[in-house]
């Protein structure tokens, strides 16, 4: 943003002539009797002054072409009209310039056609249709870096004409420093801009098929957009945080603040001291050499979705998140009571990876600061169950009764195979018997239902 | 012919019935608490959870439960003791009166008899208790022991653990929750048929809840105590005119078919739930 807030001064000597002829042109001329702005597109014609035509004369010849330069004034004349406005495709556009706002933006100093250069006519009326503005041409390193952006080159590629340009984001008018509440690039403004397209059925996900997934709705629910909408918090992370500006790349890029490779140093902007005891840990590439795929924050965290890690929704998540990576430690985990628990309502509350693995300290057990090394465990079983004690701590979270796990705990595949036992023998016993029984059953209730009928018969015969 | 009025004795006391309808509330709390954790991945036990407020609700039902448990596990215990003290026997003198409770030879010929009959042989003259309600008894009995035991280790773990290795933990989980599911498949299923369902009393036997059955029914159903009780005199003591009320009879129906309806929809689940996974715990 900082090409904003400096603002280079324009490159072309236009502004020196017209403020020059500003100054000669008094507000009068360019108002009619009653005040109202008229259109006079020769400002520098000052037939009025006959006390200047020297000074006219000298200063068209230091701006050569440049004499009949148009002030602010003039274009106002016509486009501060709110109403005035111009059809195109079907579509209505207005053409009103806020002076009011326009005013107090960065360009303020800066005049009409020094980026609607087209407008500068010798006739009454300029082009109907004037070419885009050319930013560039003043913003030239924003413009080399948008230029090899996703939403510069890559767009380009992927998506067409639909290119984002600089006025999709910065408006066109109403560019303020992006400190300013007013700028659409101001933190408490930046989601619903960029959202613009970023959602479903907008554009980027229409025609450059970005799958958006509730996108901007999942960043007003997480921790970031809590932070920002409930609280205010403009320091949170808004979309630029995590994804830059004007060099934004797609997480598919190596370059790209987003990449995996890159995610870290990303988070590590604000979050520098979960980062610092990420890099100690065994999830790090610093203590772990694997060709396994290593997490990085968004793997457990997630990215637009990201909550507050001590939230239900967050904690009844951890063991698919690990999961992920460590499929058969889930699944035993999920056969023991803190899974089981876990998985109804109000189970957030039961014991998840990180509550005895810890998250971003974690360490294997092997480790002396692991917490479920043997030195660290009670204390860390503690924590839920106050009365923990060694012998306590040496319950089995992960162990199964299953073939698998037969050489492991082979006192638990043995209980579990005789109480099968029990149960199948006792079921099969009283199964056949009772499977044997209903036949019976259904024959003597038919038989006496038979002597009943029989017997009544025979009442009514005698009476 | 002329009509008799019909005569009533009482088969289940005041007591004992109460002590049932005990075994049947908290019985049906724990095994749908506790089936809803066993088989929490499953539609029904998520459902359970969140319309009962959770699953610390259950777990405090499911505890409830367990101390009601305790209570009718020590309340029959006391009513064995009086009942020997009343008989004036010696100890292993009631625990294998020939009459009584604990499973003998006659039970096993009885057995036998009972299998002939259901391919079309004589019906066997029962007493007081048939083996299979004798064996409903004893897998009360040994399953309150059995997972009550394994269950106060559970709600206990850090306390039992001083005494025992963690890992009996794991082994009490393997015993509480198997057993549990041997009982309510049992109770479900077989306890259901052979008591209600099977087609002599479907839908519903109201014994356990009126307490009487007719002379006539006792003649045909249990022949061999019905001729002890005619041989002692005592079946002249015991009959009565009364019938069971009408009231009581009719809250038995429903509420008896209430209960049996609910198990048989839990054991359905719990069958289905075993299909698809095929790996309890």
């Known amino acids: 943003m900082n090409a904003f807030k400096n603002l280079p001064a324009s490159k072309s000597s236009t502004p020196t002539c017209r403020d020059l002829s500003s100054l000669a042109a008094t507000q009068s001329r360019n108002r009619d009797a009653v005040g109202k702005p008229v259109w006079r597109p020769r400002a520098c014609s000052v037939a009025d002054m006959k006390y200047l035509p020297w000074l006219l004369l000298v200063l068209c010849l230091l701006c050569p072409g440049q004499v009949a330069a148009l002030t602010n004034d003039d274009c106002l004349g016509c486009h501060g009209d709110p109403e005035l406005s111009v059809t195109r495709q079907g579509k209505t556009i207005s053409l009103f310039v806020d002076e009011e706002v326009y005013k107090h933006t960065v360009h303020a100093e800066n005049g009409c056609v020094s980026c609607h250069v087209e407008a500068e006519v010798d006739g009454d009326e300029h082009p109907s249709r004037l070419a885009s503005v050319k930013c560039y041409e003043c913003h030239e390193e924003a413009d080399a870096v948008y230029q090899q952006s996703a939403h510069g080159a890559g767009a380009l590629l992927e998506c067409g004409s639909f290119v984002p340009v600089c006025k999709d984001c910065h408006s066109t008018h109403a560019i303020f420093p992006s400190g300013d509440k007013r700028s659409t690039t101001y933190p408490l403004n930046l989601p619903s801009t960029c959202s613009k397209c970023h959602r479903q059925g907008a554009k980027a996900s229409e025609k450059c098929h970005i799958a958006e997934n509730n996108m901007p709705d999942n960043y007003v629910m997480s921790i970031h957009g809590k932070g920002l909408y409930e609280d205010g918090l403009v320091v949170t992370a808004v979309c630029t945080s995590c994804h830059r500006h004007h060099d934004i790349q797609r997480a598919s890029v190596a370059t790209s603040s987003v990449n995996r490779e890159n995610v870290l140093e990303t988070c590590n902007q604000c979050h520098v001291g979960i980062v610092a005891k990420f890099r100690k840990s065994v999830h790090s590439p610093l203590v772990t050499k694997t060709d396994k795929r290593l997490p990085v924050c968004v793997d457990c965290h997630s990215s637009h979705t990201i909550s507050r890690v001590s939230q239900k929704d967050f904690r009844l998540t951890i063991g698919e998140q690990c999961g992920n990576c460590h499929e058969r430690h889930t699944e035993t985990y999920f056969e023991t009571y803190h899974g089981r628990a876990s998985m109804l309502w109000g189970g957030e509350k039961t014991a998840k990876c990180s509550d005895c693995h810890g998250s971003h300290d974690i360490m294997p057990a092997s480790d002396p600061s692991s917490k479920i090394n043997s030195a660290n465990i009670v204390e860390t079983c503690a924590k839920c169950h106050p009365n923990s004690n060694p012998s306590f701590a040496t319950y089995l979270p992960h162990a199964t009764h299953g073939a698998r796990d037969k050489e492991k705990y082979p006192y638990l595949y043995y209980t579990f195979m005789a109480m099968t036992g029990l149960l199948v023998g006792t079921f099969s016993f009283f199964g056949i018997h009772t499977l044997m029984w209903i036949p019976r059953g259904i024959i003597e209730r038919l038989n006496s239902m038979a002597r009943k009928r029989k017997h009544r018969g025979a009442g009514e015969r005698r009476e | ?281």
């Open chain 2, 1 to 281: 012919m002329t009509r008799k009025t019909t005569q009533y004795v009482e088969r289940f006391s005041v007591v004992q019935r109460f002590i049932h309808l005990l075994v049947i509330l908290s019985f049906l709390t724990l095994a749908v608490t506790g089936m809803a954790l066993k088989f929490a991945m499953e539609g029904w036990a998520q459902w359970i959870a969140l319309s009962s407020g959770g699953f610390v609700v259950l777990g405090a039902l499911h505890r409830f439960c367990a101390v009601v448990t305790f209570f009718y596990f020590f309340l029959t215990l006391i009513l064995l003791y009086e009942k020997w003290h009343e008989s004036g026997k010696s100890l292993l003198g009631f625990i294998f009166d020939p009459e009584g409770l604990m499973p003998n030879l006659n039970d096993l010929k009885e057995m036998v008899g009972t299998v002939k009959w259901f391919f079309g042989g004589p019906k066997p003259s029962y007493g007081r208790w048939t083996y299979w309600e004798k064996f409903d008894f004893i897998a009360v009995f040994w399953g309150v022991a059995v997972i009550g035991t394994s269950g106060l280790f559970l709600w206990f773990p850090e306390q039992f653990s001083r005494f025992f290795p963690g890992y009996w933990i794991n082994i009490a989980t393997i015993i509480h929750s198997d057993e549990a599911l041997l009982a309510a498949g049992f109770i479900f299923t077989i306890h259901f048929y052979n008591t209600h369902l099977r087609p002599d009393k479907f839908p519903l036997d109201p014994v356990i809840f009126v307490g009487s059955i007719t002379v006539e029914e006792l003649k045909h159903e249990r022949p061999r105590e019905y001729a002890q009780l005619v041989a002692s005199g005592r079946l002249e003591k015991m009959v009565t005119k009364r019938a069971p009320v009408a009231w009581l009879r009719r809250m038995a129906t429903i509420f008896g078919l209430f209960v049996v309806s609910t198990g048989s929809v839990l054991i359905v689940a719990i069958v289905v739930a075993m299909i698809k996974h095929f790996s309890p715990h």
